[in-house]
């Protein structure tokens, strides 16, 4: 399932093997994602233990980004391996540090580690906002990437996260960049393991250690945690089979492709009904399709709609989804229509804003939708506002 242990990571021949053979002039660069359920599970090492094995097999690998938070047998290996020279910016009167983008596409190593997937990049300092962005460049240029990531920073699991946690993830990593990825490999601890990692002081300062133990390490935050994370790897290897036997012509008994739709508004909402579809959606292994009912009511949205609304739609191809902008008078019957025409199974929608006494004396569009769809499920998701922490 993509663990990283010493039986299930490829060796440092096979990695080159497969470098030589899906590489060439002009081809783009790989990238090979180490995911953890939390901090301090081994990502940076085992990522630092296979540039060691791949430099010894003569290939140009080099460090673009590591952060070794001051953890003594990850920064030892560091040694021994070329880091490419970071970027110094000032920023609200300190001096930071970042990946020199350009130092790296200028130095051109075959492998290039960078680490952090989900940081967001000073302002001003650099390129990109993000480094996943600096990433897809280095990738674009020829360049295999090794980087790392903790399953909290994937997109569509940020409100599960949260739930979770109780603590709000605000450094994520859309979806299709961990789709697109060519190998996701699962750094894996048990919840024991780790807490009793941050016990010894490997992860953090003991001071920090202990309340960290009772807040986001709690063992069941944990074990939840890691159960997001091996699902994550196990949908990432199914994907990458199926693909495989397309490509192959492998015969095998598909899925219907019966979609799930999402109604998506001008509310901030849209995003969580887009988390709730995506994950139904890879349930049942179906496509995932937002849907915006542009009404003649429209055209006196304020500015503020109009930006989050684009907001939304965004957000919906970061996960992946069919987005589509539809004129139409009435929106429940534009929504049935699509849906109909879409192959849709089921329909994503939010519990209505309106009163009681206005859906009682005027009706609402998800009650004209529950009539409309009698053949297609709809999912009436109640109203979700994220907390700060």
């Known amino acids: 399932m993509g663990r990283a242990s010493d039986d299930e990571r490829p060796t440092a021949e096979e990695m080159l093997e497969r470098l030589r053979r899906e590489g060439g002039a002009g081809a783009r660069g790989r990238h090979r994602i180490y995911l953890g359920m939390a901090p301090g599970v081994g990502k940076t090492y085992a990522a630092l233990l296979d540039l060691h094995q791949l430099a010894s097999e003569g290939v140009d690998v080099a460090i673009g980004y590591v952060?070794?938070?001051?953890?003594?047998?990850?920064?030892?290996?560091?040694?021994?391996?070329?880091?490419?020279?970071?970027?110094?910016?000032?920023?609200?009167?300190?001096?930071?540090?970042?990946?020199?983008?350009?130092?790296?596409?200028?130095?051109?190593?075959?492998?290039?580690?960078?680490?952090?997937?989900?940081?967001?990049?000073?302002?001003?300092?650099?390129?990109?906002?993000?480094?996943?962005?600096?990433?897809?460049?280095?990738?674009?240029?020829?360049?295999?990437?090794?980087?790392?990531?903790n399953v909290q920073h994937i997109e569509s699991l940020a409100d599960i996260v949260e739930a979770i946690t109780g603590v709000q993830v605000r450094e994520r990593v859309p979806d299709w960049v961990v789709d697109q990825a060519d190998e996701v490999i699962l750094v894996d601890l048990t919840p024991g393991e780790l807490r009793e990692r941050l016990r010894r002081g490997e992860v953090y300062p003991r001071e920090r250690a202990q309340l960290a133990l009772q807040r986001f390490f709690r063992e069941g935050n944990l074990t939840a945690l890691r159960e997001l994370a091996l699902r994550r790897v196990a949908a990432h290897v199914e994907e990458n089979l199926e693909?495989?036997?397309?490509?192959?012509?492998?015969?095998?008994?598909?899925?219907?492709?019966?979609?799930?739709?999402?109604?998506?508004?001008?509310?901030?909402?849209?995003?969580?009904?887009?988390?709730?579809?995506?994950?139904?959606?890879?349930?049942?292994?179906?496509?995932?399709?937002?849907?915006?009912?542009?009404?003649?009511?429209?055209?006196?949205?304020?500015?503020?709609?109009?930006?989050?609304?684009?907001?939304?739609?965004?957000?919906?191809?970061?996960?992946?989804?069919?987005?589509?902008?539809?004129?139409?008078?009435?929106?429940?019957?534009?929504?049935?229509?699509?849906?109909?025409?879409?192959?849709?199974?089921?329909?994503?929608?939010?519990?209505?804003?309106?009163?009681?006494?206005?859906?009682?004396?005027?009706?609402?569009?998800?009650?004209?939708?529950?009539?409309?769809?009698?053949?297609?499920?709809?999912?009436?998701?109640?109203?979700?506002?994220?907390?700060?922490?």
């Open 67 to 149: 952060e070794t938070y001051g953890r003594p047998r990850t920064a030892a290996l560091v040694q021994g391996l070329e880091v490419v020279p970071r970027r110094r910016c000032p920023y609200k009167g300190v001096t930071v540090e970042e990946m020199d983008l350009d130092a790296v596409l200028a130095r051109r190593p075959t492998i290039v580690l960078v680490d952090e997937l989900a940081h967001t990049n000073v302002p001003g300092c650099t390129k990109h906002e993000k480094r996943w962005q600096d990433v897809v460049e280095l990738q674009e240029h020829g360049i295999t990437v090794f980087s790392t990531l």
């Open 243 to 389: 693909s495989y036997m397309r490509q192959h012509r492998v015969e095998t008994v598909w899925p219907a492709g019966e979609r799930v739709m999402v109604a998506v508004d001008a509310h901030r909402r849209s995003q969580h009904l887009l988390r709730r579809g995506w994950r139904r959606a890879q349930s049942s292994q179906s496509s995932l399709l937002a849907v915006f009912v542009e009404t003649p009511a429209w055209e006196r949205a304020s500015p503020q709609q109009r930006r989050q609304l684009e907001d939304n739609l965004r957000f919906a191809e970061d996960l992946g989804a069919e987005v589509l902008r539809i004129r139409g008078s009435k929106v429940a019957e534009t929504l049935v229509q699509v849906a109909r025409e879409k192959n849709v199974a089921s329909i994503v929608i939010g519990r209505p804003h309106a009163s009681a006494l206005h859906r009682l004396l005027f009706g609402s569009i998800v009650d004209t939708l529950i009539r409309l769809a009698q053949d297609i499920d709809v999912l009436i998701v109640a109203h979700h506002e994220p907390t700060s922490c």
